[in-house]
């Protein structure tokens, strides 16, 4: 029996989730539809139904385990402390590049807020116009992220995370 949480349900997760992200980036201008995954997946359409509830709950699944897995580094400890250094933003831009797919969705579904948690490590303290600073350099790391994808992730990691620690503070 394939019950809730165990290896078998999560590889099958695992699998539409992986075909989903697949065909949105083979096909980036249309929408990805149950038909679509279950034929490339080479499962039936119950099965997906035993996992999610449309496409919108699989693409909500998918954003909170990314938004998992940019928080756990966020608050990681061998990282230092928890503001952003350009060492943290680089293993936060590793993460975004390895789940390109994703975040090109993310993007291209005209989402302007980042999955990233950016706002956590803008300080609006650090400046007398506190909200407006935070929305201006969260909408600028946004943009920036946004463009990166855009160029197939061609600056590395490292010199983007330096070009968005400099502009941001």
């Known amino acids: 029996m394939n019950t809730i949480n165990n290896a078998r349900s999560r590889n099958t997760e695992r699998l539409l989730e992986e075909t989903y992200l697949y065909l949105l980036s083979k096909h980036p ?4 539809n149950v038909v679509e995954i279950c034929t490339k997946a080479k ?8 996992h999610y509830t449309d496409i919108l709950n699989l693409q909500e699944k998918i954003e909170q385990r990314m938004a998992k897995e940019i928080k756990d580094l966020l608050i990681d400890p061998a990282l230092g402390e928890s503001i952003m250094t350009e060492k943290r933003m680089t293993v936060i831009l590793e993460s975004i590049k390895k789940n390109k797919s994703f975040y090109d969705a993310w993007y ?23 909200k407006y600073h935070v929305l201006y350099c969260k909408a600028g790391i946004n943009a920036l992220i946004k ?22 503070t």
Do not use: H, Q
């Open 108 to 130: 291209r579904s005209g989402r302007n807020e980042s999955p990233s948690m950016i706002n956590r490590f803008i300080k609006a303290e650090s400046n007398k116009y506190g």
């Open 147 to 168: 463009n990166w994808l855009n160029d197939n992730c061609e600056a590395e990691c490292a010199e983007m995370a330096s070009i968005i620690i400099s502009l941001s």
């Open 43 to 50: 499962v039936n359409r119950a099965t997906f139904y035993a």
């Open 29 to 32: 201008k249309r929408p990805v």
